[in-house]
Every structure is written in C-alpha cells, then in structure tokens.
C-alpha cells in the first residue's frame, strides 16, 4: 500500500505531462511573438503575409459568442451565473485577440529595453561592485553612487533624465530613431535611466557574492605573481558571477515589470500601449489580464533561461551555497 | 638579451658564494599598535630548510608573508638572493614567481580543475603557451602523486590532495624558495602524510624551504635550523637535536614541551 508521503510526491508520468504542458506554452507563446515580430517588419516590408499590424486570428467569432452567452444566461437558470462569467471570459479572449498584434510591439520593446539595460547595467555593476569592496579610498565614491540611486524612486530618476537633462534635444535630430523596431529618442532615455538604476542593485548583489569569495584565493593569486586586478579578473570574478546568478535573476524579473515605468516618459512598451487602448475601450479587466499573461511568460521563460545557466556554468563538486570555504580555519586577514 | 642572461647567470654565482639565499635584516613590524616584530634577523642558506616554530600569534604567518610582500614591513630589510627584494621600486610580482607560498587554508581556485590551478600562473605570469602550460602542469601534478586527478576540481579533492596541488600550483613557477605556512594543520593525521612525504622528496631536491610547522617528524627528519620565535624576536635558533635536546633557554624547553609532549 502507498503511504502517505508516496502519494503526495508526483509521479513520472505527471512530471512529464507538466513539462510537456509548459512547452507547448513556451512555443505558442514565442511562436506567435517572433512570427509577429518578423511579419510586421520584414516580410510585411516585402509584400509577403497579412501585412503589418493585421490580425492573426479574428476577434469577431469570439465577440458574438460572447454577447450571444450574455444575452442567453438567464435561460440556464442556476447555472446563469456560470454562463455569464464564461459568456465574460470569451469575450476576454476576444479583446485580447483584437489586440495581440499590438501587444506583440510592445512586448519587442519591453524585452529590448530589459536586456539592454541589464547587460549595460551589470558591465557598470561588476567594476563599481569591485570599487566597492576592493577600491580603498574610492570606495566611498562606489557606495554613495549606489546608495543614492537605491535611496531615490526609478520613476524620479526617469523623469530627472527625460525632463531636466537636454538628452531628448541631442538625439532629437537623429533619422533612423522612431522607426519600426528602431526605437525613438524616450526609449534611449528609459535604456539610460535603467541601467543607471539596475547597474546600483547589480552592483549590491555582486558584491554580497563577491564577499563569499574567500580572501585567500586572491592571495594565493597573488603569490603565484598575478596583480592584484589580475587575481580578481581570473580568480574572483568568475566565481563572483556565478554566485550571483540566483540574486541577478530576481534583479533580471524585477527589471522587466519595472520597464513598465517607462510608459510614464512616453515609451511605448507593453504596459504603454495597453493602458492606452484601456482608456479609449474601457476593457480594463481584458487588456490588464492580457499584458499579465504576456510579462508573465516573459518572467517565467528569464527565469527558466537563468536557472539552466546557473546549472550549466556550476563548479562541479560545489553545492550552490555551501563549500565556500576550502580549510577549516578562517580566511586570511588582509 | 641573452647577454644580459649570462651577466645575471654569474652576478646570481657570485652572489650565491657570499649570500643566503634569504636574508632578513631586522625587520620592525607593527599592526596599529600591537609590535609584531622587534628587530627579527635570520638568514637561510641555500639548499637548506629553517623549520618555524612559535606560539600563536607570535607572527610566523606574518613573517612568511613579509618575505613575498603579501605584508609591508616598517623597518629593516629582506634580501633573496643578495637582492633587497622589500625596496620600494622592486618588482612585487616577479619577486612572487621567485618565492613559492603553499597555505595552511590550502587556497586553491575554486572554479579551475587541479590542472588549471597549476596553468593560470604559468599561462599569466610566465607566458607560457597553452599546451606547454599544460604539460608543465601534468608533470608537476604526477611529481604529487596527482595524475590521476588532473581533471578533478578542488570541492572533488581530499585535503591531502588538495594541498599537493598548492605544492604543484607554486613549484611551477620554478621558485628559489619554497614558503610553507603550517601546510598540514588544516588535515587529518592521514591526509597530512602525503603532503609531508611531497615536502621531504622536495627537500631532497635541494629546495630551500622556510617552514611553519608543528610536525615534530619533519622538523626532526628534515630541518637544517629550527627558529624558535617570541615576543617579536628571534628567541633561539639551532640545529634540531641541540634544540630538542638541550635547549639554551628555559622558555623555548617549555614552548617545545607544551606542543610535543
Ligand atoms: N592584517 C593584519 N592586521 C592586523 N593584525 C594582524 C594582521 N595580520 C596579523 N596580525 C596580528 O599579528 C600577530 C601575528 O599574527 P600571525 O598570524 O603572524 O601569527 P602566527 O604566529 O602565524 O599565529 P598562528 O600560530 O595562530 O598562525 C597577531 O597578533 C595578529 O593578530
Ligand atoms: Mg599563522
């Protein structure tokens, strides 16, 4: 007989219909998002497909069931209420149909916005983090920079940039920027204030990683004859960037909600665009449920990618937080 | 260029006729205001082994690292090889190469496989080529007893193991001095064995070795000189029977007594 503990741990067969289940998402959903993308700018350009900005799918089928289960849910009696709340959720889909293709746009301009500004964040984040710990007298300079874009709002430090800095002048003569996947002058701005903001708590996560790097293996660095930026380049940072996946990942998830403020200084990401059609159709529930799915999956597909890299890249032998520390006494004061 | 190599080839022979090969010349250290060392002078031949002994806190962790310049002194001077290596203008990183240190933390990299260990130096500081570096390092690693291992990272090692590589990682760098920092008292009696059977092969070889330990046998079997060190000085120094046997001074009878029994 099964004991108890047996059957509440999944079994086989149901681990793989999850897996299964959750790829076939990962594929509908990057599917229809890169088919969007290159549809409405390559091969809409080329005179191939429906052309861009056209629906997919059409919303119409989804609307007329939708009112014909509202109109009809006083004849099920009991079960009215059920109707009407499917009758409601169709009519969800139907909305989000209507405006995937605008969704997939601003999608483009979400991720774009979070990768960029968190790999310009962390290439500022690994030398500030390194100022920070190892920089003597400058480390002062490290800490007040970090301490003072954390201690200030993101939406504060957005508007400083797009309103009191003449940035929006200097790149207002540029041609090319503003057109189709090449984003416009407020998106450059946003990218900046981004990765000022993200390269501060990067800057914070690295070092906690950095300081469970024990000492003694820079000075064992050094006394072979490596310079102390050389121990750090060779021995400190690549076991620093590894320990630090788990905290850049939750950085990484908080960053891609957060670019969502960028609607404030007019970009038009995801969260932009749909409070826009929200305010002229006043479908508020469908569309905001809509954008959740969309930040949803592209949450959970970073978190999938960071979680196989931090399996991909970890010291064999070495658990993720223990085995640190090799001997058994302290590390070497410096 | 290779002129240049003969002159300094004959200035090291010449040197070597007169010189230690580590001379150190009463050297005044202090952290704050705790005086760590008051006037320390002790000067080791080469081909020989100066065994280290002290009691905690006594400073011979800091000594060994005032010798590669991982610590500053405040005073005096350390000369290797007749070159007054604690001047403020000598090359820190080349005197590093000269001088291997193996840890009592043991400090291996992490994230390199004992192979990698023993490369990064030979790649970085030494310039070596990829797979020179490598089969230097297979060599120095089978000298171990390692070349089963070669592949293995740290956290795979036992701390026997582990320790060898430390010995492989600073004898690639082709040292004139071996420092060892109490390379055994982080292992359990069985592991430490094999690092001291790697320590008496090396002395064996004619390294010159400066050694912190407690290991009662090494010192016995293989030390030229013990240096008993208190109070920030250089309290007796003998060959070990005299100092094991007949001590001159009653302290350093009680401090040998107190760790051997
Ligand atoms: N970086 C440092 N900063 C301040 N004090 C230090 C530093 N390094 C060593 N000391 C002090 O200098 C003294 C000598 O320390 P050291 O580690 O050299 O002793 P030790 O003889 O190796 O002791 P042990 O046998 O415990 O290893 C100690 O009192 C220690 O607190
Ligand atoms: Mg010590």
Redesign the interface.
Known sequence: MASSTDARRLTLPEIRIGRVLAVLAAVAFWGWLLTRWINDWVLARIGIGPGAGVHFLEAEPFETTAERLAASADAYGPFAGVVDWVGSVVGAVGVAVDIAPVLAVGAWYTIVLTVVSIVLGLLIAVPLSLVRVYGGPFRWLALGYIELIRGTPLLAQLFVLYFGLPFAVWLHGVETIGQGPIPDQAFIIAVVGFTINSSAYQAEYIRGALESVDRGQLTAARSVGLSQLEGLRFVVMPQTLRYAIPAWTNELVYLIKYSSLAAFITVPELYYRASRIASRTFEHTAIYASIAIVYLAIVLTATVLMSRVEREVAIPGLGQAEGRHQGKTEGERE | MTAQRTDERDNERRRAEHEPLLRIENVWKSFGTEQVFRGIDLEVDRGDVEVLVGPSGSGK?TLLRCV?R?TEIDEGAIYLDGERVTDADANV??L??Q???V?????????LTARENVT??LR???GFGKSEARDRADRELANVGLSDQVD?????LSGGQ?QRV?IA??LA?DPKLMLFDEPTS?LDPELSNSVLEVMERLVEAGMTMLVVTHEMRFARSAADSITFLEGGQVVERGPPERLFERPERERTREFLESIYG
């Not at chain 2, 840890?103 to 994230?111: E, G, K």
């Not at chain 2, 293995?152 to 795979?156: F, T, V």
């Open positions: 962790s590669n991982l990183n080349e590093r190469q001088v291997g240190m840890f009592q933390d043991i400090n291996l990299f992490a994230h990064l130096g970085r500081v030494r293995s990272y740290p956290a795979q582990k430390g990682r600073a760098m982080a």
